[in-house]
T-cell receptor
Framework: AQKITQTQPGMFVQEKEAVTLDCTYD???????LFWYKQPSSGEMIFLIY??????QNATEGRYSLNFQKARKSANLVISASQLGDSAMYFC???????????????FGPGTSLSVIP | NAGVTQTPKFQVLKTGQSMTLQCAQD?????MYWYRQDPGMGLRLIYY???????DKGEVPNGYNVSRLNKREFSLRLESAAPSQTSVYFC???????????????FGEGSWLTVV
C-alpha cells in the first residue's frame, strides 16, 4: 500500500512567486521523520529539509519551509520566491522506526515535477 | 569527500545474466539503502540495512539480493536479470536513527542498468 502520496504530478509557478507541493503520508509509528528531496534533470538527489514527528515547529531552510500538519498527516513543501533553478522533480519521503532500534526504513513518494516560468 | 560511491555507472545486461552493483560510503554511516527509480514511480526501496550484519526487505525486493559486507559496503545482486529490472539504481546512506542528528540521507550518483 502506498504510504506517501503526492497528488500533483506536475506544477507550474511564475518566477518569484511562492509554490506549495503537497505530500500526505500514512504511518502507525509515533516516531517518524519526513524529508523533501530535489532531483534536477542531472539526476542527483539533493536534500532540502527534514521534519521530525515530535518537532513542534515547522522546519525551515532558507527559501524552503515544511508545513507540517500532524493530525492530517500532511507535510507540504513551500518554496518562496521561486527561481528558474528550482525547476526539478521534488520527492517527499518518510522515515519510520524508533530511534535506537535497527529498523530504519525510508520510502519515497512518486514525486512532483515543478516548472518555473520566467 | 567521496560520500556514497556506486559502481558501475552504466551497464547493459542480457536477460538471464547476473551482476552485482557495488556501493560504498566513507561517512561511517550505520544505515544503507538501495532504491530503483522508474519514470512516474519515484524511488522505490528494494532493500535496506540499518546496521552492519542486518538487512531487510523494502517495497520491491523480488529478483534482488543484498549483502552488507561491512559497515562501508552494501551490494545489490541481480541473479537472473529481467527486462523489468531496467531502471536507475540509487544507493544511499545515513547515520541512522540511533542518532537524533542522523537524519540526512546521502545518495550516490545512480547506476543506469538496461536489461535486453
Amino acid at each position: 500500500a502506498q504510504k506517501i502520496t503526492q497528488t500533483q504530478p506536475g506544477m507550474f509557478v511564475q518566477e518569484k512567486e511562492a509554490v506549495t507541493l503537497d505530500c500526505t503520508y500514512d504511518t502507525s509509528d509515533q516516531s517518524y521523520g519526513l524529508f523533501w528531496y530535489k532531483q534536477p534533470s542531472s539526476g542527483e538527489m539533493i536534500f532540502l529539509i527534514y521534519q521530525g514527528s515530535y518537532d513542534e515547529q515547522n522546519a525551515t531552510e532558507g527559501r524552503y519551509s515544511l508545513n507540517f500538519q500532524k493530525a492530517r498527516k500532511s507535510a507540504n513543501l513551500v518554496i518562496s520566491a521561486s527561481q528558474l533553478g528550482d525547476s526539478a522533480m521534488y520527492f517527499c519521503a518518510m522515515r519510520e522506526g524508533l530511534i535506537g532500534t535497527s529498523y530504519d526504513k525510508v520510502i519515497f513518494g512518486p514525486g512532483t515535477s515543478l516548472s518555473v516560468i520566467p | 569527500n567521496a560520500g556514497v560511491t556506486q559502481t558501475p555507472k552504466f551497464q547493459v545486461l542480457k536477460t538471464g545474466q547476473s551482476m552485482t552493483l557495488q556501493c560504498a560510503q566513507d561517512m561511517n554511516h550505520n544505515s544503507m539503502y538501495w532504491y530503483r527509480q522508474d519514470p512516474g514511480m519515484g524511488l522505490r526501496l528494494i532493500y535496506y540495512s540499518a546496521s552492519e550484519g542486518t538487512t531487510d526487505k523494502g517495497e520491491v525486493p523480488n529478483g534482488y539480493n543484498v549483502s552488507r559486507l561491512n559497515k562501508r559496503e552494501f551490494s545489490l545482486r541481480l541473479e537472473s536479470a529481467a527486462p523489468s529490472q531496467t531502471s536507475v539504481y540509487f544507493c544511499a546512506s545515513s547515520e541512522g536513527r540511533t542518532s537524533p542528528a542522523g537524519n540526512t540521507i546521502y545518495f550516490g550518483e545512480g547506476s543506469w542498468l538496461t536489461v535486453v
